[in-house]
């Protein structure tokens, strides 16, 4: 009697257990079919991340070091514009991306008047950058940015801006009129800043003087001569050291100089010191 019960039970017991089992192979079915799915997914981001990072790769900086910013000039050429001027170098953490250097020169003839002069060459070297660009684009905005702030630089008067051949990728010079109070007399200062870019370093030539003691005042055009002769010597520096350190790196500095460019308004801060001049002329 209790045979055929117990038969059902089973029978009734593996029917239920039908579903379950298609149940589990529909799950099983459907997470092969996801796992093939992200398979491809992942293969797909995997691409696209090669693919970026090939793109975000950037030529190598030419330029490696920077020379001594001291030893930049000539001595005929320093003599010619600060005589017997004493020099002096400026701060850096790291003179291999960044280096500059000052001259001061007093010319005192006493009641009959003196001439004074400042010299101060800067240069800043870029590296490239897989996230910024390479070193030359990173330089050619920080000279646009150098051009910029000399013609926006506070109290300059009759500002003029003109293109400077044979000297380096681009160069621009600025320059410009300051005056200020010297024992209670105006005295004029010629400012003269010549921006260059050499790939990817940015030289900064400023040079300033001024007549004193009732002396006249030096002539513009004679101080813009004299700047850019300097800015000349600082970029065949510049690629002097660079030829040195990495003969296949280095280019010529005569690659522009057939070029002649107007200055870019875009462009950082030029080492405008006519201060320099003031307080010179105090300690004199």
């Known amino acids: 009697m209790h045979r055929p019960t117990k038969r059902l039970t089973r029978v009734l017991a593996c029917a239920a257990a039908v579903p379950v089992v298609l149940v589990v192979a529909g799950c099983s079915s459907d997470s092969g079919s996801d796992s093939g799915s992200e398979k491809a997914s992942k293969e797909s981001k995997a691409s696209a991340s090669t693919a970026g990072d090939a793109a975000k790769k950037v030529a190598p900086a030419t330029y490696k070091s920077?020379?001594?910013?001291?030893?930049?000039?000539?001595?005929?050429?320093?003599?010619?514009?600060?005589?017997?001027?004493?020099?002096?170098?400026?701060?850096?953490?790291?003179?291999?991306?960044?280096?500059?250097?000052?001259?001061?020169?007093?010319?005192?003839?006493?009641?009959?008047?003196?001439?004074?002069?400042?010299?101060?060459?800067?240069?800043?070297?870029?590296?490239?950058?897989?996230?910024?660009?390479?070193?030359?684009?990173?330089?050619?905005?920080?000279?646009?940015?150098?051009?910029?702030?000399a013609q926006a630089t506070d109290g300059a008067k009759g500002v003029k801006t003109s293109a400077v051949s044979g000297t380096g990728d681009e160069a621009t010079l600025v320059r410009y009129d300051r005056a200020y109070k010297e024992k209670k007399k105006d005295v004029t200062s010629r400012q003269q800043t010549v921006v260059t870019r050499v790939d990817n370093v940015v030289v900064t030539v400023d040079f300033n003087g001024s007549g004193l003691a009732g002396d006249k005042t030096p002539d513009a055009g004679d101080l813009s001569k004299d700047a850019e002769k300097a800015a000349k010597e600082a970029v065949a520096a510049v690629t002097e050291s660079g030829r040195s350190a990495s003969p296949s790196a280095s280019k010529s500095p005569s690659k522009s100089a057939d070029k002649s460019k107007s200055a870019d308004e875009s462009g950082s801060g030029a080492s405008v010191k006519p201060s320099a001049s003031k307080s010179a002329a105090k300690d004199s």
Not at 131 to 136: H, K, L, V
Request: hydrophobic share 30%.
């Open 66 to 149: 920077l020379p001594q910013a001291c030893s930049a000039l000539s001595k005929k050429t320093l003599d010619d514009l600060v005589p017997k001027g004493d020099s002096k170098a400026g701060a850096s953490d790291d003179e291999s991306t960044r280096a500059s250097c000052s001259w001061s020169s007093l010319d005192n003839n006493g009641v009959k008047g003196s001439q004074y002069r400042w010299l101060n060459v800067s240069m800043i070297r870029f590296d490239s950058d897989v996230n910024r660009g390479s070193g030359e684009k990173l330089a050619s905005a920080y000279y646009a940015k150098q051009v910029k702030d």
